[in-house]
């Protein structure tokens, strides 16, 4: 039996998860009706397996409901409480972010932006980004934001595949001391793309520029412009942003999220697992280039009328204090980070959180991964003092919200370190075998999700194919999500990682065909195969196994660094492999499938099992001598 701590807010309602099981259409549509509505829906669910429309018939707009609606209330109420990496601070009210956001609104009307038009968004974290991404939803406009660290070669597939009329960017951010130069990564980007008509840039650095014809400086197009811009009443299934999340093959899929049911789902699940009250000030570190930072750094709290910190840099930078600090600074209430950060802030010991002021925490979240039990305990006894719950959540980037977590802000239930729990009230989630059968308690089995929820995405932008084959052609009427998963007999459910090719490094998806094709493209590499092994700080590290071409004599020491430097340039720092091998060939079936199953067996030092399937199994002695020598 899992330990288990018995902490909670103190709230025992059981009425709504009763509500989501018996009807959970009935139930997500009293949900919606906590937001601003245009004209009410005639119809809560059109399910055409496996597209799904919610309220269909209502109109609505994302931008309307993060600010219009607070403005005669909370208009002076802080809204973001921005720390810069560099030591910049500014605090932006509800009032300033509804004035800068019609503003910028107006901006985009300027520039020829109309509904429907997608925005690239390329921007450090700095308020001007949750700006760009409202201005967008209040005039109908389908955001992509990238996050800033990837590569010019990476943001190139994007912007074609989305076919964005405007990219914003700034001259260049801050990441640990340096100037990351965005400006020049998007001129690299865009060159040849005759649809971007115009790129705004923001003056962030001041560092130096060129400035193209098509570039238009942020202030110079906010100088004069009209603060007043209504907002568009848009369909509740309009689309809302595009997110690039990377796949199992081939280039990064395009998520595809519309308006009404994305934000049912994120004002029901910030309340109820973050119970959030108008005196909270919630911090959640996530990049706003990854999902958690569009749903619970952008649109949930901004729903609520919450203050939250939104900080810019590295979480271990200038020290490793840096946290404890912002913490203490602001009198965060809420704390929700990732296991890869915390198990790199345990490795600094706990005389540094212990030597700042953290009582004004009540509650704490995990995102990302699922957080290792010692991690947790960690977490609740060094940070939380055993006063805070921790609520443990999983979810996607195509589910839009959290779909497994305790909810503290709704009722009271153990918590098990390294369980998520219990599915969110209104999602039916199962553990199943191959055949889609139920496997018995303490199993191990596949994850999926039998009904639909509102915060689903709505397709992959451009492929409603793929779309179909990827999340719903495994088991009939359901959502596969790619994860192995069990559940114990309290009915508590275990994630216990990713059952396709996805590679989670620090709690980023990266995808092991969109490295492999990184890596033979280089002009001396055959053939490649990637996996990842657990890492302590990261979650899990990449390995990469390399068949170089007959006749290269390049010294594979030089080979090595060339390789990274490609990955790093080609995909971007995230996927910098912890390990190269140069192997003389791959283990592979009879049909010649790579068995990256079987190198993660080996480069993790696990037992390799049977290899009678092998076309050729003396490559598994040859990489076992070789990883042994390293």
Same mark, same amino acid.
């Given at each position: 039996?899992?330990?288990?701590?018995?902490?909670?807010?103190?709230?025992? %309602?059981?009425?709504?998860?009763?509500?989501?099981?018996?009807?959970?259409?009935?139930?997500?549509?009293?949900?919606?009706?906590?937001?601003?509505?245009?004209?009410?829906?005639?119809?809560?669910?059109?399910?055409?397996?496996?597209?799904?429309?919610?309220?269909?018939?209502?109109?609505?707009?994302?931008?309307?409901?993060?600010? %219009?609606?607070?403005?005669?209330?909370?208009?002076?109420?802080?809204?973001?409480?921005?720390?810069?990496?560099?030591?910049?601070?500014?605090?932006?009210?509800?009032?300033?972010?509804?004035?800068?956001?019609?503003?910028?609104?107006?901006?985009?009307?300027?520039?020829?932006?109309?509904?429907?038009?997608?925005?690239?968004?390329?921007?450090?974290?700095?308020?001007?980004?949750?700006?760009?991404?409202?201005?967008?939803?209040?005039?109908?406009? =389908?955001?992509?934001?990238?996050?800033?660290?990837?590569?010019?070669?990476?943001?190139?597939?994007?912007?074609?595949?989305?076919?964005?009329?405007?990219?914003?960017?700034?001259?260049?951010?801050?990441?640990?001391?340096?100037?990351?130069?965005?400006?020049?990564?998007?001129?690299?980007?865009?060159?040849?793309?005759?649809?971007?008509?115009?790129?705004?840039?923001?003056?962030?650095?001041?560092?130096?520029?060129?400035?193209?014809?098509?570039?238009?400086?942020?202030?110079?197009?906010?100088?004069? =412009?009209?603060?007043?811009?209504?907002?568009?009443?848009? %369909?509740? /299934?309009?689309?809302?942003?595009?997110?690039?999340?990377?796949?199992?093959?081939?280039?990064?899929?395009?998520?595809?999220?519309?308006?009404?049911?994305?934000?049912?789902?994120?004002?029901?699940?910030?309340?109820?697992?973050?119970?959030?009250?108008?005196?909270?000030?919630?911090?959640?570190?996530?990049?706003?280039?990854?999902?958690?930072?569009?749903?619970?750094?952008?649109?949930?709290?901004?729903?609520?009328?919450?203050?939250?910190?939104?900080?810019?840099?590295?979480?271990?930078?200038?020290?490793?204090?840096?946290?404890?600090?912002?913490?203490?600074?602001?009198?965060?209430?809420?704390?929700?980070?990732?296991?890869?950060?915390?198990?790199?802030?345990?490795?600094?010991?706990?005389?540094?959180?212990?030597?700042? %002021?953290?009582?004004?925490?009540?509650?704490?979240?995990?995102?990302?991964?699922?957080?290792?039990?010692?991690?947790?305990?960690?977490?609740?006894?060094?940070?939380?003092?055993?006063?805070?719950?921790?609520?443990?959540?999983?979810?996607?980037?195509?589910?839009?919200?959290?779909?497994?977590?305790?909810?503290?802000?709704?009722?009271?239930?153990?918590?098990?370190?390294?369980?998520?729990?219990?599915?969110?009230?209104?999602?039916?989630?199962?553990?199943?075998?191959?055949?889609?059968?139920?496997?018995?308690?303490?199993?191990?089995?596949?994850?999926?999700?039998?009904?639909?929820?509102?915060?689903?995405?709505?397709?992959?932008?451009? /492929?409603?194919?793929?779309?179909?084959?990827?999340?719903?052609?495994?088991?009939?009427?359901?959502?596969?999500?790619?994860?192995?998963?069990?559940?114990?007999?309290?009915?508590?459910?275990?994630?216990?990682?990713?059952?396709?090719?996805?590679?989670?490094?620090?709690?980023?998806? =990266?995808?092991?065909?969109?490295?492999?094709?990184?890596?033979?493209?280089?002009?001396?590499?055959?053939?490649?195969?990637?996996?990842?092994?657990?890492?302590?700080?990261?979650?899990?590290?990449?390995?990469?196994?390399?068949?170089?071409?007959?006749?290269?004599?390049? /010294?594979?020491?030089?080979?090595?660094?060339?390789?990274?430097?490609?990955?790093?340039?080609?995909?971007?720092?995230?996927?910098?492999?912890?390990?190269?091998?140069?192997?003389?060939?791959?283990?592979?079936?009879?049909?010649?499938?790579?068995?990256?199953?079987?190198?993660?067996?080996?480069?993790?030092?696990?037992?390799?099992?049977?290899?009678?399937?092998?076309?050729?199994?003396?490559?598994?002695?040859?990489?076992?001598?070789?990883?042994?020598?390293?």
């Amino acid at each position: 039996m899992s330990e288990k701590f018995d902490i909670g807010l103190g709230h025992n %309602d059981d009425t709504l998860r009763k509500q989501g099981d018996s009807d959970f259409v009935s139930f997500w549509s009293d949900q919606a009706k906590n937001l601003h509505w245009f004209s009410t829906w005639q119809k809560t669910l059109d399910w055409r397996p496996p597209f799904a429309k919610w309220f269909v018939g209502g109109t609505i707009n994302a931008s309307y409901n993060a600010l %219009d609606v607070h403005q005669s209330a909370k208009s002076d109420k802080p809204a973001i409480l921005w720390e810069g990496e560099n030591g910049d601070s500014k605090t932006y009210t509800y009032g300033d972010l509804f004035i800068e956001v019609q503003k910028f609104s107006n901006v985009l009307k300027s520039l020829g932006v109309t509904k429907g038009d997608r925005v690239t968004i390329y921007l450090p974290m700095v308020p001007e980004l949750p700006i760009a991404m409202l201005a967008c939803a209040r005039i109908g406009a =389908i955001h992509t934001v990238i996050f800033s660290g990837f590569s010019s070669a990476s943001i190139k597939d994007r912007i074609e595949d989305s076919k964005s009329k405007i990219v914003i960017t700034a001259d260049g951010g801050y990441r640990r001391g340096k100037i990351v130069k965005l400006k020049e990564v998007i001129d690299d980007a865009i060159e040849g793309f005759d649809f971007v008509e115009h790129v705004v840039v923001l003056e962030r650095t001041k560092n130096k520029i060129s400035i193209l014809p098509k570039d238009k400086l942020w202030k110079d197009l906010m100088k004069t =412009i009209s603060d007043s811009c209504d907002a568009e009443k848009l %369909d509740s /299934d309009h689309p809302l942003y595009i997110l690039y999340t990377s796949g199992t093959t081939g280039k990064p899929k395009g998520v595809l999220h519309g308006t009404g049911g994305y934000l049912t789902h994120l004002y029901s699940t910030f309340k109820w697992a973050f119970d959030i009250k108008d005196s909270d000030v919630f911090f959640c570190t996530a990049d706003i280039g990854w999902v958690t930072g569009h749903s619970y750094v952008v649109y949930a709290p901004l729903l609520h009328g919450a203050t939250q910190v939104m900080y810019e840099g590295a979480p271990d930078f200038p020290d490793v204090s840096r946290m404890w600090n912002i913490l203490e600074k602001y009198s965060a209430s809420i704390f929700y980070t990732t296991p890869t950060a915390l198990r790199m802030f345990m490795k600094f010991g706990d005389d540094v959180p212990n030597s700042f %002021d953290l009582s004004s925490l009540r509650l704490l979240g995990s995102v990302g991964e699922p957080i290792n039990p010692e991690v947790w305990k960690w977490y609740y006894k060094t940070i939380g003092k055993q006063k805070c719950p921790i609520i443990d959540t999983w979810w996607q980037t195509e589910t839009g919200g959290m779909m497994i977590s305790p909810l503290p802000g709704l009722e009271t239930i153990p918590l098990k370190p390294g369980s998520a729990t219990l599915p969110i009230p209104g999602v039916d989630i199962s553990v199943v075998d191959e055949f889609g059968s139920d496997v018995p308690p303490n199993t191990k089995g596949y994850l999926i999700i039998k009904n639909p929820w509102p915060g689903m995405l709505l397709t992959l932008w451009g /492929d409603d194919e793929k779309y179909k084959n990827v999340y719903w052609s495994k088991y009939p009427s359901c959502y596969y999500p790619g994860d192995y998963a069990m559940k114990d007999t309290d009915g508590y459910l275990w994630l216990l990682g990713r059952a396709d090719d996805i590679l989670k490094v620090a709690g980023h998806r =990266i995808g092991t065909a969109e490295l492999e094709s990184c890596i033979v493209s280089d002009c001396d590499v055959a053939e490649s195969a990637v996996c990842g092994i657990p890492d302590e700080i990261k979650g899990e590290a990449i390995i990469v196994f390399t068949v170089l071409k007959d006749g290269v004599t390049t /010294d594979k020491n030089i080979l090595e660094k060339n390789l990274t430097t490609k990955i790093r340039i080609d995909i971007g720092p995230i996927a910098t492999p912890k390990q190269i091998y140069f192997v003389s060939k791959l283990p592979k079936t009879r049909s010649g499938k790579i068995m990256r199953r079987l190198l993660k067996s080996i480069a993790s030092g696990e037992k390799i099992g049977d290899t009678s399937t092998l076309d050729d199994p003396s490559a598994v002695d040859e990489i076992q001598k070789i990883i042994t020598k390293n």
